[in-house]
C-alpha cells in the first residue's frame, strides 16, 4: 500500500491527481470574512462557495478567517493549523463513489480563548465585510417562552460584567462594533448560516438586545451600519467517521485529520443585503433573492423536521442512520403524509416552486445509502430544533384547522426518546442543552404526560391548547403501549 500523505500547503503538488486542490495563490488571498463557528457544515457550505470563487474566478478577495470560540473548537484549531488551514471536502456522490477536493479558502484562524483581543481586533478591522455565523439555533440565546433574550444565561451574565474577555459570540459582536464605531470605522455585514426562520432578524434581534442592555450607545450606530441578511443554508453534512478519513487515505493518498463528508446537493438563498459589500457568490450557485421567507419554510418545515420525524421515529426503533429510516416502508409512508397533509398547507404562496420535485427530491436525498448520517446528530440539541422545526407547523395547523396529529407524535416520539433507550434495550445519551430538563420531564410523564409540555422554553402556551394536548396525550399513551413501527402503521392507516 502507497504511503498516504500528509495535508499541508506544501504537499498540495506532490498530491495525486484524482484528488482536486487549490491552484490559486493562497499567499495573495486578502481575508475579508470572519467566520464564528468553524464546523463541518461551515466547511462544506460557504468555504465551500467560496473556495469555487477563488479556484474559478480567481477571486481572492474573500478570504476566511475562522474563528473558534469555544474551548470545544480547540481540536479543530489545532489541525487547521497543522495542516496550514487546508481540508478535504469528500462528497458522497449518488453512485456511491467519492470525489475529494481540497479546500483553502480558509486562510486564517483565531482561537478566542486563547486570545480575545484579537479576535475582537479582528472582527472590527475595517477589512472585515462580513462576519458569517453558524453557531446553532441555541445559539441565538432567545427563550421560546418569551420570545426575548435569555438575560439569565449565565455566560451572558459573564460577558456582561467582563466586555473584554467576552465568552459569547454577542460580546464580541458588541465589542467589534463599539470599535468600529469609535474608530470611524464603516459597518459590515453580520450573516447568520444557521437554520432558523428569518435567521438575519433573529441574528439581529439578539444581538441589539443584547447590546440594548450592554452598550445602549451602540444600538443605533448597529441600527444604521450593519446588515443582517436573511438566508436559507443547505447541505446535508453527516459527522465525519474513522472510516472517513481512512478511506480518504486509500483512495487519495490524503491524510487528513478532520475531513468532512457531505452530499453532492447544495443550495443558499440568501437576502441582498450586505452593508459592505459582499463575494459574487451568484457565479457558483448561490441564489440572490428579494425574499427568502418562502425558500426558509420549505427548507426547515420539510427537511429539518422531516429529519427530525425519521430521527425520533428511527431512533426508538433502534436504526442508527437515516437512510435506514428513510427507506423503511412504513415510516415513509408516514414521513409523506406528514409533508404532504401537516408541513405543505402551512407554506403559503411558494412563487413558482415546484413543491411536489421538491419534496422527491428530499425522500430521496434522505434515502441516499452512502451519507451514513447518524440518527443521533439528528436528534442532538432538539430542544432547540423542535420550535423551528416542527412546532411551527403545529401552530398553523391549530389556526387553520389542518390536521397535525403526526407532528403531535413525533412530539410524543421525542418525550420517549427521553428516556434514553430504545426497543431494543439499548441505551444512548441525551446531548442536549436542557439535557436534565427533558431527562426530568420524561421520566414524571410516565405518570403525568403533561408534565412533558410543561417544558415552557421548549414548547411556549401550547400545553394550553386542548386539542394539541389531546393529540400529544393520545400518540404518548399509544407509544408506552406498543412499539413504534406498530403506531405509525396504525397512524398510516387511520389517517390515510
Ligand atoms: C439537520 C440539519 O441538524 C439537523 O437536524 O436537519 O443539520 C440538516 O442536515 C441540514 O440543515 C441540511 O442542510
Redesign the pocket.
Same mark, same amino acid.
Given at each position: 500500500m502507497k504511503t498516504s500523505i500528509a495535508l499541508n500547503q506544501e504537499n498540495l503538488a506532490i498530491m495525486p491527481p484524482n484528488v482536486s486542490k487549490p491552484s490559486y495563490n493562497r499567499d495573495k488571498v486578502k481575508t475579508s470574512i470572519v467566520h464564528i463557528g468553524v464546523g463541518n /457544515?461551515h466547511r462544506s457550505h460557504e468555504a465551500y462557495y467560496t473556495n469555487e470563487l477563488m479556484e474559478r474566478y480567481g477571486v481572492l478577495d474573500c478570504g476566511i478567517c475562522g474563528v473558534g470560540l469555544l474551548d470545544y473548537d480547540r481540536r479543530i484549531y489545532n489541525i487547521l493549523k497543522d495542516q496550514d488551514g487546508l481540508y478535504t471536502l469528500v462528497t458522497k456522490e449518488l453512485d456511491g463513489s467519492l470525489s475529494a477536493k481540497v479546500i483553502g479558502s480558509i486562510v486564517e484562524f483565531l482561537f478566542a480563548p486563547e486570545n480575545p483581543i484579537a479576535v475582537i481586533e479582528k472582527m472590527a478591522n475595517p477589512d472585515i465585510k462580513i462576519i458569517s455565523l453558524t453557531i446553532t439555533e441555541g445559539g441565538y440565546n432567545l427563550n421560546e417562552a418569551t420570545g426575548e433574550f435569555d438575560f439569565s444565561n449565565p455566560v451572558i451574565v459573564e460577558d456582561m460584567k467582563n466586555p473584554m474577555s467576552p465568552k459569547t459570540v454577542f460580546g464580541y459582536l458588541a465589542q467589534a462594533m463599539k470599535l468600529r464605531m469609535q474608530r470611524g470605522f464603516p459597518g459590515c455585514t453580520i450573516q447568520s448560516c444557521d @437554520?432558523i426562520q428569518g435567521n438575519g432578524n433573529v441574528a439581529k434581534k439578539s444581538l441589539l438586545n443584547y447590546v440594548e442592555k450592554a452598550e445602549p450607545e451602540l444600538v443605533e450606530w448597529i441600527e444604521e451600519n450593519v446588515s443582517f441578511p436573511n438566508a436559507m443554508? #443547505?447541505? !446535508?453534512?453527516p459527522v465525519t467517521v474513522a472510516t472517513d478519513i481512512t478511506k480518504l487515505q486509500e483512495e487519495f493518498l490524503i491524510d487528513d485529520q478532520w475531513p468532512v463528508v457531505c452530499e453532492p446537493f447544495i443550495q443558499w438563498v440568501i437576502e441582498d443585503k450586505f452593508a459592505a459589500g459582499r463575494p459574487a457568490w451568484e457565479k457558483v450557485g448561490a441564489q440572490f433573492v428579494e425574499n427568502v421567507v418562502p425558500f426558509e419554510n420549505m427548507k426547515l418545515r420539510l427537511? @429539518?423536521a422531516g429529519?427530525?420525524v425519521l430521527?425520533m421515529l428511527g431512533a426508538l426503533h433502534g436504526y442508527n442512520t437515516i437512510d435506514e429510516a428513510a427507506r423503511d416502508e412504513d415510516f415513509k409512508v408516514f414521513l409523506r403524509a406528514f409533508m404532504d397533509e401537516e408541513a405543505s398547507p402551512t407554506l403559503g404562496d411558494l412563487g413558482g416552486i415546484d413543491l411536489e420535485k421538491y419534496k422527491d427530491s428530499l425522500i430521496e436525498r434522505f434515502q441516499n445509502i452512502y451519507i451514513k #448520517?447518524l440518527i443521533s446528530? !439528528?436528534c442532538l440539541e432538539s430542544s432547540a430544533?423542535f420550535p423551528i /422545526?416542527l412546532l411551527p407547523t403545529v401552530k398553523a395547523q391549530l389556526e387553520n384547522g389542518g390536521n397535525f396529529g403526526r407532528a403531535a407524535f413525533v412530539v410524543a416520539a421525542w418525550c420517549k426518546y427521553n428516556d434514553g433507550v430504545d426497543e431494543n434495550g439499548n441505551t444512548y445519551t441525551i446531548e442536549d442543552a436542557i439535557s436534565n430538563e427533558l431527562i426530568r420531564a420524561a421520566a414524571l410523564s410516565h405518570q403525568e404526560p403533561i408534565r412533558f409540555l410543561e417544558i415552557d422554553t421548549v414548547f411556549g402556551n401550547l400545553k394550553a391548547n386542548k386539542t394539541f394536548v389531546d393529540a400529544f396525550l393520545k400518540s404518548l399513551k399509544m407509544l408506552r403501549s406498543k412499539k413504534v413501527k406498530a403506531c405509525v402503521q396504525e397512524m398510516n392507516g387511520v389517517l390515510a
Amino acid at each position: 500500500m502507497k504511503t498516504s500523505i500528509a495535508l499541508n500547503q506544501e504537499n498540495l503538488a506532490i498530491m495525486p491527481p484524482n484528488v482536486s486542490k487549490p491552484s490559486y495563490n493562497r499567499d495573495k488571498v486578502k481575508t475579508s470574512i470572519v467566520h464564528i463557528g468553524v464546523g463541518n /457544515f461551515h466547511r462544506s457550505h460557504e468555504a465551500y462557495y467560496t473556495n469555487e470563487l477563488m479556484e474559478r474566478y480567481g477571486v481572492l478577495d474573500c478570504g476566511i478567517c475562522g474563528v473558534g470560540l469555544l474551548d470545544y473548537d480547540r481540536r479543530i484549531y489545532n489541525i487547521l493549523k497543522d495542516q496550514d488551514g487546508l481540508y478535504t471536502l469528500v462528497t458522497k456522490e449518488l453512485d456511491g463513489s467519492l470525489s475529494a477536493k481540497v479546500i483553502g479558502s480558509i486562510v486564517e484562524f483565531l482561537f478566542a480563548p486563547e486570545n480575545p483581543i484579537a479576535v475582537i481586533e479582528k472582527m472590527a478591522n475595517p477589512d472585515i465585510k462580513i462576519i458569517s455565523l453558524t453557531i446553532t439555533e441555541g445559539g441565538y440565546n432567545l427563550n421560546e417562552a418569551t420570545g426575548e433574550f435569555d438575560f439569565s444565561n449565565p455566560v451572558i451574565v459573564e460577558d456582561m460584567k467582563n466586555p473584554m474577555s467576552p465568552k459569547t459570540v454577542f460580546g464580541y459582536l458588541a465589542q467589534a462594533m463599539k470599535l468600529r464605531m469609535q474608530r470611524g470605522f464603516p459597518g459590515c455585514t453580520i450573516q447568520s448560516c444557521d @437554520n432558523i426562520q428569518g435567521n438575519g432578524n433573529v441574528a439581529k434581534k439578539s444581538l441589539l438586545n443584547y447590546v440594548e442592555k450592554a452598550e445602549p450607545e451602540l444600538v443605533e450606530w448597529i441600527e444604521e451600519n450593519v446588515s443582517f441578511p436573511n438566508a436559507m443554508v #443547505d447541505r !446535508i453534512t453527516p459527522v465525519t467517521v474513522a472510516t472517513d478519513i481512512t478511506k480518504l487515505q486509500e483512495e487519495f493518498l490524503i491524510d487528513d485529520q478532520w475531513p468532512v463528508v457531505c452530499e453532492p446537493f447544495i443550495q443558499w438563498v440568501i437576502e441582498d443585503k450586505f452593508a459592505a459589500g459582499r463575494p459574487a457568490w451568484e457565479k457558483v450557485g448561490a441564489q440572490f433573492v428579494e425574499n427568502v421567507v418562502p425558500f426558509e419554510n420549505m427548507k426547515l418545515r420539510l427537511l @429539518n423536521a422531516g429529519h427530525s420525524v425519521l430521527g425520533m421515529l428511527g431512533a426508538l426503533h433502534g436504526y442508527n442512520t437515516i437512510d435506514e429510516a428513510a427507506r423503511d416502508e412504513d415510516f415513509k409512508v408516514f414521513l409523506r403524509a406528514f409533508m404532504d397533509e401537516e408541513a405543505s398547507p402551512t407554506l403559503g404562496d411558494l412563487g413558482g416552486i415546484d413543491l411536489e420535485k421538491y419534496k422527491d427530491s428530499l425522500i430521496e436525498r434522505f434515502q441516499n445509502i452512502y451519507i451514513k #448520517d447518524l440518527i443521533s446528530r !439528528i436528534c442532538l440539541e432538539s430542544s432547540a430544533k423542535f420550535p423551528i /422545526f416542527l412546532l411551527p407547523t403545529v401552530k398553523a395547523q391549530l389556526e387553520n384547522g389542518g390536521n397535525f396529529g403526526r407532528a403531535a407524535f413525533v412530539v410524543a416520539a421525542w418525550c420517549k426518546y427521553n428516556d434514553g433507550v430504545d426497543e431494543n434495550g439499548n441505551t444512548y445519551t441525551i446531548e442536549d442543552a436542557i439535557s436534565n430538563e427533558l431527562i426530568r420531564a420524561a421520566a414524571l410523564s410516565h405518570q403525568e404526560p403533561i408534565r412533558f409540555l410543561e417544558i415552557d422554553t421548549v414548547f411556549g402556551n401550547l400545553k394550553a391548547n386542548k386539542t394539541f394536548v389531546d393529540a400529544f396525550l393520545k400518540s404518548l399513551k399509544m407509544l408506552r403501549s406498543k412499539k413504534v413501527k406498530a403506531c405509525v402503521q396504525e397512524m398510516n392507516g387511520v389517517l390515510a
